[in-house]
């Protein structure tokens, strides 16, 4: 039951860095347009920095054709979350913003950040490969339906605009380049310098969470129907669903690749929503209720699955 512990510590360590925007947002240490600024340089920047660095640093062709069905088994959870969220969002009367942020909870989660720390305790020698293959799915997910529905704009020009944006471009990129072994021909102070300007986004995004937040004030946490619904789908029923279906894919897969799918099935909801949501001119307010409401439920709600994973699917 270590695994407890972890997941504690990790949602303590993503409150602590986000209180700490909200200490710079009161001290008036970072204004608007800078919180803007910010995001930007971290959509734009960093975390393609990030994806592609760890995707050409950590994998070789062989990890991702091995196991080319976990990225296609996190598209289409990501897929569910999104098929599941839409009725929903209409029979709730969501409209607008209000109904973009949710689809966007209910697709796209903390697939990497909540997921890493249990890949590398449950699978000590592969964890952290077979989530980083798994985590290609997830991101073309996140750089194409998840960025159509945060930025609200459904007509297909805007969509393919908005689909190719430098992180997509960075995650086909590295795909590629891994795919046709020139990733042997990197120099590593290439890879260096994608670490030293990837590195700063995940502090980078859990900042602006708190500075979003800190601009709600006690309004931040609201116990409403959109919070509650927000709640229930994206930390209990597709959860659920997800480990419905490894058990049903129990004789078809090895238990490292249901082990890592159940991981990314069971985080919170994305704590970068909130910088997409100012990156593209959506609704951060919203967006910063869904983070803090999801990772609050986060506690009860992963012990509950990382139990059944550890009962069913490990042991």
């Known amino acids: 039951m270590s695994f407890l512990a972890t997941i504690f510590s990790k949602i303590v360590f993503i409150m602590l860095i986000i209180g700490i925007g909200i200490v710079v947002k009161r001290a008036g240490m970072i204004s608007d347009s800078g919180e803007r600024d910010v995001s930007r340089l971290m959509v734009d920047l960093c975390w393609p920095a990030l994806i592609i660095t760890s995707i050409v640093g950590t994998l070789e062709a062989r990890d991702i054709l091995d196991n080319a069905v976990l990225p296609l088994l996190s598209a289409s959870f990501h897929l569910l979350g999104f098929l599941v969220g839409l009725p929903i969002a209409r029979a709730a009367g969501f409209r607008d913003a209000r109904r973009n942020v949710f689809l966007f909870h209910t697709t796209m989660n903390n697939f990497f950040v909540m997921a890493l720390p249990f890949a590398a305790f449950l699978l000590p020698e592969k964890g952290v490969a077979l989530l980083t293959v798994c985590n290609l799915g997830s991101t073309i997910m996140l750089w194409s339906l998840g960025v159509v529905l945060m930025s609200g704009r459904g007509d297909i020009r805007s969509s393919i605009r908005n689909a190719f944006s430098p ?149």
């Not at 795909?175 to 290439?190: E, Q, S």
């Not at 980078?204 to 979003?212: R, S, V």
């Not at 049903?248 to 991981?263: D, N, Q, S």
Request: aromatic share 8%; no cysteine; hydrophobic share 55%.
């Open 167 to 315: 992180a997509m471009v960075a995650t086909l990129a590295g795909v590629a380049i891994v795919l046709t072994g020139l990733n042997r021909f990197v120099p590593p102070f290439a890879l260096d310098v994608g670490n030293t300007i990837g590195n700063p986004t995940l502090p980078l995004g859990l900042l602006i969470a708190g500075t979003q937040i800190s601009r709600l004030g006690a309004k931040a946490l609201k116990f409403d129907l959109w919070n509650i619904l927000v709640g229930a789908t994206r930390n209990l029923l597709l959860p659920a669903i997800a480990f419905g279906a490894s058990l049903i894919l129990r004789g078809y897969l090895t238990k490292e690749a249901l082990i890592v799918f159940m991981l990314v099935a069971i985080a919170p909801a994305s704590v970068n929503s909130i910088t997409l949501a100012l990156r593209y001119e959506s609704s951060p307010e919203l967006a910063s209720e869904g983070v803090l409401f999801t990772h609050l439920l986060a506690g009860p709600s992963m012990v509950l699955f990382m139990y059944l994973v550890d009962r069913y699917l490990i042991s």
